[in-house]
T-cell receptor, first 112, second 114 residues
């Protein structure tokens, strides 16, 4: 089944403890992206990748890192999480730039 | 960068009525305008999209119109049904210096009353 898979689905962590949210797609998509969703603020783009080894900042990249070593994986790394990074995170992939985005199930992160 | 404004933030209609959600964008280089539907607790899913070389696109009860000159695009849902109740997001992306960036509106919560 074609899908985008994120893990974990839920995570509670403490301030400053490094964490990684994984994202994997099995559709051979070129483009991948991370978003955070907060009430009333829609989906805000954190980072995106147009191809392997190519990543770039979205609108809210501060406090996040990403890597794209393989086409299928696009992990989101929080080196030192803070409470203001408590949010619902979505990974998405698209066949190419400016085409339909397929979203993962979401990861609800709480930083205390 | 791109700025997308979406109105209204909430919309309540009676079953069978039409619903219209409007978005404006700021970057004239944007050329791809998708609409996503997000049901409660679920992931966003594409319902319709339009490119800048087209003024209107229709898919059964759903249509999208685009006015490039005015930089706005709208989602039209006719004969609404209770299962249309969800949050709807518009988005804009394009080529040029902001290629790769995708900007979403803040969302519209649509409630269809039976």
């Amino acid at each position: 089944e074609a899908q985008v898979t994120q893990n974990p689905r839920y995570l509670i962590t403490v301030t400053g403890k490094k964490l990684t949210v994984t994202c994997s797609q099995n559709m051979n998509h070129e483009y991948m992206s991370w978003y955070r969703q907060d009430p009333g603020l829609g989906l805000r783009q954190i980072y995106y990748s147009m191809n392997v080894e190519v990543t770039d900042k979205g609108d809210v990249p501060e406090g996040y890192k990403v890597s794209r070593k393989e086409k299928r994986n696009f992990p989101l790394i929080l080196e030192s999480p803070s409470p203001n990074q408590t949010s619902l995170y979505f990974c998405a992939s698209s066949l190419a730039l400016n085409t339909e985005a397929f979203f993962g199930q979401g990861t609800r992160l709480t930083v205390v | 960068g791109e700025n997308v404004e979406q109105h209204p933030s909430t919309l309540s209609v009676q079953e069978g009525d039409s619903a219209v959600i409007k978005c404006t964008y700021s970057d004239s280089a944007s050329n791809y305008f998708p609409w996503y539907k997000q049901e409660l607790g679920k992931r966003p899913q594409l319902i319709i999209d339009i490119r800048s070389n087209v003024g209107e696109k229709k898919d059964q009860r759903i249509a999208v119109t685009l006015n490039k000159t005015a930089k706005h695009f709208s989602l039209h849902i006719t004969e609404t049904q209770p299962e249309d109740s969800a949050v709807y997001f518009c988005a804009a992306s394009g080529l040029g210096t902001n290629a790769g960036k995708s900007t979403f509106g803040d969302g519209t919560t649509l409630t269809v009353k039976p």
